[in-house]
């Protein structure tokens, strides 16, 4: 309250000093606009109205002269009129001689000058404005004509005018402070009370007020702070609890601020920089708004801990179309936006090198080399041109960053940049370099085909520590070294040596974000009734397969074992909805574009084959989903279907486990995932195995509560104890053991 009296009686204060001043100025500017106008008034009618007259009335005498005075002094709005003739002759009236004694102090003088004058005297405490003209008479003698008019109205109008803008000042003055009164009142106070309430939820942990108060786009940036304080808060909490529970139960899970403390003795200071092609975030136009995103990518979900815990820089290629408008003058950013904890430096491609070192080298020929998978790959010189020079560009700009570090970290992403390990230690041979492969590597015949094979492996084997999902994909990297370079392999510690420089390949199974609390908390199970009605669809039984519309997926396989067990078992036709959200990808490219029609051809021809009234074998959604959106899939469906043909690890199948907090439903898993290997409680398929496959979704629909339970929760304590904190500890923890 005493806040906004305060601030009440400010207002009053400065619409009074500003009231004051235009008072002021305005009076003062009326003033002489009036005062010119009654002196340039008076002076015309001395001048144009009694100059000849006046020399008749001194020949004449008094009668002709009272005559003219009573109707000129009312024509002009005069208080009077006189006319002297000499010293010993005066025309005037009664009622103005009082007046006369101070114009005679100046007549002599301006009968000699023959120059007027005008000024405003006092008479009876009354303001008059008196005017002398001299001139002389027809005879030759001098004379003078003295006039008196009212000045008095002046001062009166000025009076007005400050009475007025008093008025006006109260009264603006007391509107101002009751609108600022209720804008405090409900516009502010209001929403501050519901943060405090909010606050206090957050501090006591009485869920009932958690709920995200309502909020103005005036307050949101204070909103958006409170929120960060209270997350970083409940977090804190959180992780001390969690803490607490492990050492009570001498568990070694890995947690975020466990990753933190780790990274940072690891590092000892020095600079952690990742390189990817794909952006953490991404700025986009949306209307004339720009907006923030989060890239789908689980190269992001695994990279981002190991930034944020260590204050580090990423460096990637600007793709969002605001991308520029949000960077300094470096092309750098601090991210995450609502809490910065890492810097963002934007590289910017040019269109022939995005479309021939993304699109072509990388996505059309490295791409398919390593995923056996139905596409040819293709090789042309231009890509590889271009992927060479953004390579270089790339090390350019590592090296400018670490131009003042003599063993700064760099862990350098996936297959975009083969190059790059070999180009930043031939001209910083202190760094320390990694590189993941987040894609399955080939066996040796099969990447044999790439013309350039020497030059990317050479590239690749730059690096110190070269890291893939699984051991089997170390092993097909050895043997293809071992036939294709001249190396010393040792399969004894798994190191590969050129010359005097050695690399370590290891497998590191990325994972996600996954802790004790996400284990123990206690969402609620949509029911998949409600969420197949959305979409006019009658069904007791829902699955569910989330991925890229890509030809190394399995989709077309997918629905093919649909139908299949459709065919089996037709006393599921009707209760039994699979769900399969596919994001586009890549559609600039030939095969990707046909894939995506491939995919929807194979679902119509389905859902047209065995669709009846309100029910669908297959609903496929099209489009990119959030993870918010996707979860209440996850948490409902009976079951999950991951049918990759070859895949690196697939996160979808651990995602879909780590939503599963009751411990129930099923996951099929293509043992041509890497994540095959570690969720042993899973259904194991072959995807090109039709029949096995539509097997698979029998067994997961009638396996008995006990059997999921037991095998959910072998599968999401795996997650919970491999989760992506631990893969990036063991990753930071191999990269600090190297001796550079």
């Excluded at 409900?186 to 006591?204: C, E, K, Q, Y």
Aim: glycine share 4%.
């Amino acid at each position: 309250m005493k806040l906004t009296l305060t601030l009440i009686l400010s207002v009053f204060v400065a619409f009074g000093i500003v009231t004051l001043g235009f008072t002021i100025y305005q009076g003062s500017s009326e003033k002489k606009k009036l005062t010119a106008d009654l002196e340039k008034r008076i002076k015309n009618v001395a001048e144009h109205n009694i100059k000849v007259d006046s020399q008749f009335f001194c020949i004449n005498g008094d009668e002709r002269f009272r005559h003219y005075h009573d109707s000129i002094i009312k024509h002009e709005d005069l208080l009077g009129l006189a006319i002297y003739c000499s010293s010993d002759s005066l025309l005037c009236t009664s009622d103005i001689r009082p007046l006369l004694s101070n114009a005679f102090k100046y007549i002599p003088l301006l009968l000699y000058t023959n120059n007027p004058l005008g000024e405003f005297i006092t008479a009876s405490d009354r303001k008059i404005y008196q005017y002398i003209r001299p001139f002389r008479s027809m005879r030759g003698k001098k004379a003078a004509v003295i006039l008196y008019a009212d000045a008095e109205y002046i001062d009166r109008v000025v009076q007005q005018l400050w009475i007025h803008n008093l008025v006006k000042w109260v009264i603006q003055a007391s509107v101002v402070s009751l609108i600022i009164f209720l804008i405090i009142k409900w516009g502010i106070l209001s929403h501050i009370n519901r943060f405090v309430a909010w606050s206090r939820a957050m501090r006591t942990g009485n869920a009932e007020y958690l709920e995200k108060p309502k909020t103005s786009r005036f307050l949101e940036p204070l909103h958006e702070e409170i929120e960060n304080i209270a997350k970083a808060i409940r977090e804190a909490k959180t992780n001390a609890e969690e803490e607490a529970r492990l050492r009570t139960s001498a568990e070694t899970i890995w947690t975020p601020e466990r990753l933190k403390i780790e990274v940072s003795n690891l590092l000892q200071n020095s600079k952690m920089i990742v390189v990817s092609n794909r952006e953490p975030y991404m700025h986009i136009y949306e209307g004339k708004e720009i907006r923030c995103i989060v890239p789908a990518s689980g190269m992001i979900t695994a990279m981002e801990p190991i930034l944020k815990a260590c204050s580090g820089l990423w460096i990637a290629a600007g793709t969002g179309d605001a991308d520029r408008e949000t960077v300094d003058k470096d092309g750098k950013i601090p991210v995450p936006p609502e809490d910065p904890r890492y810097t963002l430096k934007r590289i910017w491609l040019t269109k022939e090198e995005e479309e021939h070192f993304y699109y072509g080298f990388s996505n059309e020929g490295l791409w398919p080399l390593c995923h056996i998978a139905h596409t040819r790959p293709t090789f042309r010189i231009d890509d590889w041109n271009y992927y060479r020079k953004v390579n270089e560009k790339f090390a350019k700009e590592v090296l400018t960053e670490t131009s003042g570090e003599e063993q700064p970290f760099i862990l350098i992403q996936d297959f975009h940049f083969a190059l790059l390990p070999e180009l930043i230690k031939k001209d910083k041979p202190g760094a320390r370099v990694a590189i993941f492969w987040h894609i399955p590597w080939p066996n040796p015949e099969s990447f044999g085909i790439c013309p350039w094979q020497a030059e990317i492996l050479n590239g690749i084997l730059g690096a110190d520590l070269i890291g893939f999902h699984t051991q089997y994909h170390c092993n097909h990297f050895m043997e293809t070294v071992n036939r294709a370079l001249e190396s010393r392999v040792s399969w004894e510690n798994f190191s590969i040596k050129i010359g005097s420089h050695t690399t370590i390949i290891k497998p590191f199974p990325i994972s996600i974000s996954f802790t004790l609390r996400d284990y123990d908390a206690s969402n609620m199970k949509t029911d998949p009734a409600k969420i197949l009605a959305k979409h006019g669809i009658n069904a007791s039984f829902i699955g569910i397969g989330v991925d890229r519309i890509d030809y190394t997926k399995g989709l077309v396989e997918k629905f093919q074992a649909i139908e299949r067990f459709f065919e089996k078992y037709p006393e599921y036709m009707g209760k039994l909805t699979f769900v399969q959200i596919g994001a586009p990808s890549r559609t600039l490219i030939k095969s990707y574009a046909d894939m995506v029609e491939a995919v929807q051809d194979e679902a119509d021809r389905i859902n047209s084959r065995l669709k009846s009234k309100n029910w669908r074998p297959i609903l496929l959604l099209i489009r990119h989903h959030s993870h918010e959106e996707i979860i209440p899939f996850y948490s409902s469906a009976n079951f999950c279907m991951v049918t990759s043909l070859h895949d690196g690890m697939n996160l979808v199948a651990k995602e879909f486990v780590a939503s599963r907090n009751l411990n129930d439903g099923v996951l099929i898993l293509s043992r041509f995932a890497g994540a095959s290997q570690e969720l042993q409680g899973a259904i194991v398929i072959n995807p090109y195995d039709i029949e096995k496959s539509a097997d698979s979704i029998k067994t997961a629909l009638e396996m008995s509560l006990e059997e999921q339970i037991h095998r959910m929760k072998q599968m999401r304590l795996t997650i919970i104890r491999q989760n992506i904190y631990s893969w990036a500890a063991g990753l930071i923890r191999t990269m600090a053991a190297i001796n550079s």
